[in-house]
């Protein structure tokens, strides 16, 4: 999926109020933002095959160790691990972990006999959704839709910078989602990887979200009743 992940990230806010959107984004899109990398780096590979799927042209043809069930929990250890040990919260560290996995079953959901199992292992497994275009903006448009409810019932955006940039973000998303509908193919591999890199962008943005903004100290002593 592509605007599902961050539907994930959204909804984690309401089951765990604690972490940060920062966070728990870069838990759900852990796979993704890994991806690029590898790419660029060569550990990876994918081609660009129009008519792969309605939804993307894109043949993820060789990505273990992003995209495998296996890797990706070592994945999700890897991220909610050091949060437990930094903030002690384990039910945040388990729905951080959970995110983190959350991306290969939302994935295995949308594309094709792509997703590998284990690193080397010749099965692939995937339910298609991406073959239909309607069916992908109606499953994932509502996965998203409901995201975003569930973070507003948590309590939002920290403040007012917060609320138009979490606006934003989601105008930002929602418009890259429906472009990708009616773009012709990439040119080539490379600019799908930087691309991809540039999304690292969402993740100091996400932050700032919900960062609460500290009370002025000097605003809040001129505020106080004078002491008799």
Known sequence: MLI???AVALAAKKVTPKPSLGTLVLAAQFSDLLWPILTLLGLEHARIDPGNTAVTPMDFYDYPISHSLLTTVGWALVVAVPYYLIRRDRKAAL???G????????DLISRRPDMPLIPGWSAYFGLGLWNSIPATVIVEGSIFVLGVVLYLRSGGP???TGKILFWILIAFLSIVYIVNFFTPPPPNLEAVSIAGISLWIIIPWSYRIDRRQRPDPLRVASQEPPTT
């Open 4 to 6: 599902g992940h961050y």
């Open 95 to 97: 729905v951080i972990g």
């Open 158 to 160: 920290g403040d007012r």
């Open 99 to 106: 995110a983190v996995i959350s991306h290969w079953v939302l």
